[in-house]
């Protein structure tokens, strides 16, 4: 199947995903590769839906606490835009030394890797997949990032450039955190896994008796904290990696004449869920896409396809272009609206109003350093799934079902500082972080 046969860019298709979520079978099997993951990332990163939306209508259907691990990863993804939102573009660059100095690790990801010729099977099959379908479980992820950067030495801002590339569902804060927390820079502990760790996750094609990862967790440890990178042993022909574009090809920049004297909705790559009810009469709506945000990371053909595809069910007028022309562009319109994102905020001129996304959890205002201090602060004093703010917010459109109803059965009090994010499953208490 092809990367839009797997991810339908349809609001059918994630509304197909929603219902077909089962809690339980979630927490029980998500730390599996094959396990019960929902694959909402590609719908939620695209603003298909919202968060608020998605836990609405799986708690309409199934009694949730709010300790349930299916809320917890909700809670990450939105927990890395906090970090986001205080840091900026702080994001991008390590929040604190890792294992080892900045300068120890490589500044360019090995062909081996990029080709999935490295001889060790989680490694190279977690490559494949990626290439083929645009996803790849959070576990995967994981192992692959930690693979990259405490065995091979890359530095993990080369990983995280290259996988967001490739990722139907690539988020910068997501993504470079993620990748941040498994080098130790965005956490207090390298993450680390092995061979026993894969056979029980992962099917046997990506079992990796044998190979480098097949030792035990203080190994591993040293290996991390050694100057020294596992020697490549490229084995086999590999996969070539797909070209990537820094835009579309087939449309124009922006031009003044298409919105002279009109109101705008303004569709961005973040911003493909359905438009709001409220726009005027006459509203012309514009798919754009911001040529500096994609000249610093271009996408790959299927994450280009997905959106296009959408944008073309929303818009008339189609650009692709640069803060300045779409500045220049939108001087002539009566009024211009957007939803707020984070990618595209600092490239939207002053001219574009940005509508504040739904948010499920409470605002924090005070940076937090970590998910669980973030994760307190947020549900302190909430006993329901109905005192979330965004829960509250279906509570005053009339919604009813078990959502309002007190939950059965609390899961950890505490969530583990280990990310996640609905994007998949987490990576469970067997993959080590090791203590510093």
Known sequence: MTPLEMFPPTPDAARARIEAVRPVDYARSRNAIEGAVTR???????????LPEVLHSVAARWRLDVQHKFVVELGWREYFQHVWQHRSTGILQSLHEGALPEGAYAPELPD???HARTGVPVIDEAVRTLYASGYLHNHARMWLASYVVH????HWRAGADWMVAHLLDGDLGSNHLSWQWVAGTGSHKPYLFNADNVARHAPAAWHSAGTVVDASYEALDAMARSLRSVPACPLGQGVDEPPLASGPSDVSAPRAGDVAGRDVWLVHPWALGEPPGDLPAGCVRVAWSPAEHHAAWPWSA????????RMATLASVHWHGSREQLGQALAAARWVQTPANLHV???????????????????????CTSFSTWWNRVT?????????????????????????????APSDDVPDDMPAGIESGAAGRDGRCVDK
Do not use: N
Request: aromatic share 8%; proline share 9%; charged share 20%.
């Open 40 to 50: 909402l990332s590609p719908y939620i990163t695209h603003g298909f839906v919202s």
């Open 112 to 114: 081996d890797i990029r």
């Open 151 to 154: 065995l091979r030495k890359v």
């Open 302 to 309: 299927a994450r280009w396809a997905f959106v296009r595809a």
């Open 345 to 367: 905020g600092e490239l939207l001129p002053p001219r574009v109003t940005q509508r504040a996304p739904p948010r499920l959890f409470g605002q924090v205002d005070r940076p």
């Open 380 to 408: 302190r004093g909430v006993r329901r799934l109905s005192d979330l703010p965004g829960m509250s917010a279906s509570l005053a459109h009339g919604a009813t079902g078990l959502l309002f109803e007190h939950a059965v």
